[in-house]
């Protein structure tokens, strides 16, 4: 199965650093926003979890369609932003695609929200 | 000092469980989606590290502004965007007004995009 890194992958500074420790640089935030941009939308958030749920399987696409009341087009789209922004990847196998999610990207989120660090020195109101 | 709950927080759904764990229910999607939304704009992403990196502090608008090329009203616009979205808090003292982080939030949006259980179990690359 081919599964090319992402060029929002390739770039090390977009990666693993909490804010709460060091200020982000200006193309770091770049690459950042975009893929919280894609996060930014209900259905898609749904989506993502839909398919990080699979506990690091894949999800074909025709199970996704039959989890909302929306279009096969706009569920679609919606895959395709994800895709764009590095969080998930896919493959055609015959009649379907099947996605993944992508965990060095959501990683890179995740951690980069990380106040543990701070909140243990701080107290948790602040 | 007066620092209200936003109604963000006071939605446990919106805390905390891992969506390689769970799947998101259309609620607890909605209210995170607003806090991704407002993160997936570079200037507002590089304007709540800077507020974060003061290691548990406040940071005056003034240094905000200050380490912007923009104008004082786009960076006031950007600044509430991200306390509509729960990230962030104020308080007005004297002539500025001084910002923090509000890390329960940070924490909840963190932890949902933690992926660190099921790559343990799946290996690196997916």
């Given amino acids: 199965?081919?599964?090319?890194?992402?060029?929002?992958?390739?770039?090390?500074?977009?990666?693993?650093?909490?804010?709460?420790?060091?200020?982000?640089?200006?193309?770091?935030?770049?690459?950042?926003?975009?893929?919280?941009?894609?996060?930014?939308d209900p259905v898609r958030l749904r989506l993502l979890s839909l398919i990080a749920a699979r506990a690091g399987g894949e999800v074909c696409v025709c199970e996704l369609t039959d989890a909302f009341t929306l279009t096969g087009p706009t569920i679609s789209h919606h895959l395709k932003v994800l895709r764009e922004a590095g969080l998930i990847d896919c493959q055609r196998r015959g009649t379907w695609v099947y996605y993944w999610i992508v965990p060095a990207r959501l990683a890179a989120l995740s951690q980069l929200l990380d106040v543990s660090a701070a909140a243990a020195s701080t107290g948790s109101t602040r």
């Fill in 1 to 40: 199965m081919s599964r090319q890194e992402l060029p929002v992958l390739a770039d090390p500074s977009a990666c693993c650093v909490p804010m709460v420790t060091e200020a982000l640089t200006e193309d770091a935030a770049a690459g950042l926003a975009r893929g919280f941009k894609a996060l930014g």
